[in-house]
């Protein structure tokens, strides 16, 4: 894994919450991801944290392209969310890593009770 501190690539970051789920969502759901990327590679690196949840997480992702405010598709899905942090790593296509620059990714964490997502942030270079 790429390092955070000062490591290689580009770093993204995003702070989750209810209310940036469209449409929002109540409650004291909270969380951080952090996503660095390998321009040379295109191998996105992340990790996820997340608190507070309305009851354990279903499901998580990276979706896109869309920006703040509209929902889209799955480009990244975690292999499992059963605990926080979620880490891993996948390949970007040109294309997505153009939205991810673009700042049209965000991340969703989903529960039971919010299955089309509890809390979301935008990526945001950093």
């Known amino acids: 894994m790429m390092g955070y501190g000062g490591g290689s690539g580009e770093h993204y970051t995003a ?22 990327v390998d321009p040379a590679t295109m191998k996105a690196t992340y990790t996820v944290s997340f608190s507070g949840l309305s009851g354990p997480a279903t499901s998580g992702h990276i979706h896109g392209p869309a920006p703040e405010g509209k929902n889209a598709g799955v480009v990244v899905p975690f292999a499992s969310v059963a605990a926080s942090p979620v880490t891993g790593e996948a390949t970007l296509t040109a294309a997505q890593y153009a939205e991810l620059k673009a700042g049209n990714m965000y991340v969703n964490i989903h529960t039971a009770a919010n299955p089309a997502g509890e809390i979301r942030g935008q990526l945001k270079p950093r």
Do not use: C, I, M, R
């Open 15 to 36: 702070t989750l919450s209810g209310a940036q789920e469209v449409p929002a969502k109540p409650g004291n759901g909270s969380g951080t991801a952090d996503v660095t």
